[in-house]
């Protein structure tokens, strides 16, 4: 069974660009969700995408946005990059949104933005 | 809107005894609660998950109790080892209005002395 990967692991880019992170959830998962993690602190949920539709979202602008493909592997998108998007990127996945079950995290991706 | 707080913010032991990790919640109308590890700069592994109408969950050196009606939960960790040493984080199953999500604590910094 292979579990949840993100790619890629780091990336630097500078303020006002755009970027793109990629994940692809657990064999068996059709759910993912998007956390942010800046250093010290815990993850803050994002958004969470089920079956392709977005299912739920947290305080974040929209200048964060996602995709989720048939294949249930997801996009987090973010545009006007500033330097407090610099974090830890995570992405979950569980086996369905309708029944609350156990999140697998992936490695995540370390965004600095400079 | 959920909360979660995590006690001590650090703790540093000598190999070998047991201690106790303790989270808060504020709201305690919980689906589940999931205490996670983190190591340095990298993704959280999944420890132990507790349903809401469960008391407590054990995996080998770790057991977690959750009390749901008064916003506790505790980890305890026995025989402390120093490949023990990592960030401890509790999260919490609820919803909110823009949907159901992990809510996360801050974390306990873990450092066992050899």
């Known amino acids: 069974e292979t579990g949840v990967t993100q790619s890629p692991t780091h990336l630097i880019k500078t303020r006002g660009q755009q970027v793109t992170l990629r994940c692809s959830s657990q064999s068996g998962h059709n759910t993912v969700s998007w956390y942010q993690q800046a250093l010290g602190q815990g993850p803050q949920f994002i958004f969470q995408y089920y079956r392709e ?37 995570l992405c979950a996945s569980s ?20 | 809107k959920q909360e979660v707080t995590q006690i001590p913010a650090a703790l540093s032991v000598p190999e070998g005894e047991n201690l ?14 999931q205490w996670f590890r983190q190591d340095p700069g990298k993704g959280l592994t999944s420890l132990l998950l507790i349903q809401s109408s ?28 120093p490949g023990d040493s990592a960030t401890y984080l509790c999260a919490v199953w609820g919803q909110e209005t823009s949907g159901s999500r992990l809510t996360f604590g801050e974390g306990t910094q873990l450092t066992v002395n050899p």
Do not use: H, W
């Open chain 1, 53 to 89: 539709e977005e299912n739920g979202r947290g305080n974040f602008p929209p200048r964060f946005s996602g995709l989720q493909f048939p294949n249930y592997s997801s996009e987090l998108n973010v545009n006007a990059l500033e330097l407090d998007d610099s974090a830890l990127y």
């Open chain 1, 95 to 114: 086996q369905d949104a309708k029944r609350i079950n156990e999140q697998f995290f992936g490695p995540g991706t370390r965004l600095t933005v400079l």
């Open chain 2, 20 to 33: 106790v990790l303790n989270c808060s919640f504020t709201d305690s109308a919980i689906y589940n609660l």
């Open chain 2, 54 to 81: 469960q008391r407590e969950q054990t995996s080998g050196r770790l057991n977690a109790s959750l009390d749901k009606s008064s916003g506790r939960s505790t980890l305890y960790i026995a025989a402390s080892q």
